[in-house]
C-alpha cells in the first residue's frame, strides 16, 4: 500500500473504531456549537480558541511509564482548536505529558496533554498543547512501528 488514499482510509478507521463517548445529557446539541469561543476574565490563554466539533482518532505515541496504553485508535470528540492547542472529549483517561497522535479527516497532529477533567465515567475533556501539525500523509496510520490496517469482518 504505497499510494494511500487517506480520507478513505481514516473514514474505514472510523467506522472500525469502538466509540465509547458517553456525552451528559445536557450536551444534546453539542455538535451544533461553533464559531469563536467565549473568553472567561481570568482566562490567560495566549490566542483564541475556535469551537470546531468533529470525530477523530487518537493514538497514544508516549505513554506515561505506569500506565501502559493500547495501539489500537481511540475514537474521540474534538471540542476546540487555537494556533498551538486543542481540546477534545475522550471516553478514556489521559494524562498530563502523555504525548498523542490526532487524526482528523483533512490533517493530523501530535500532542502532549496539558490537562484533564472528567464530566463523568466515560467522558473527559482533555486539553492538549500543539507540538507537531501534520498534513495527510499515511504516517498518520504508522502506530508502533506498523501500519494501522482496518480488521476486515
Known amino acids: 500500500m504505497l499510494d494511500l488514499n487517506y480520507p478513505q482510509h481514516y473514514a ?29 476574565y481570568c482566562d490567560q490563554r495566549q490566542a483564541q480558541r475556535r469551537i470546531v466539533r468533529t470525530c477523530g482518532l487518537l493514538y497514544f505515541e508516549k505513554a506515561l511509564p505506569s500506565f501502559p496504553r493500547a495501539f489500537h485508535p481511540v475514537g474521540i470528540f474534538t471540542r476546540d482548536f487555537s494556533k498551538n492547542a486543542c ?29 484533564a477533567y472528567r464530566h463523568q465515567a466515560k467522558c473527559f475533556e482533555i486539553g492538549m498543547r500543539l507540538l507537531h501539525r501534520n498534513s495527510p500523509s499515511r504516517d498518520a496510520f504508522v502506530v508502533g512501528g506498523r501500519f494501522a490496517e482496518v480488521e476486515k469482518g
Open 12 to 40: 474505514e478507521v472510523v467506522r472500525a473504531t469502538d466509540w465509547k463517548i458517553d456525552l451528559p445529557e445536557a450536551w444534546a446539541d453539542y455538535f451544533h456549537e461553533s464559531g469563536v469561543a467565549p473568553v472567561n
Open 87 to 115: 481540546g477534545i472529549l475522550s471516553p478514556v483517561e489521559l494524562f498530563p505529558e502523555e504525548e498523542v497522535r490526532l487524526i482528523l479527516p483533512t490533517f493530523w497532529l501530535q500532542l502532549r496533554v496539558v490537562r
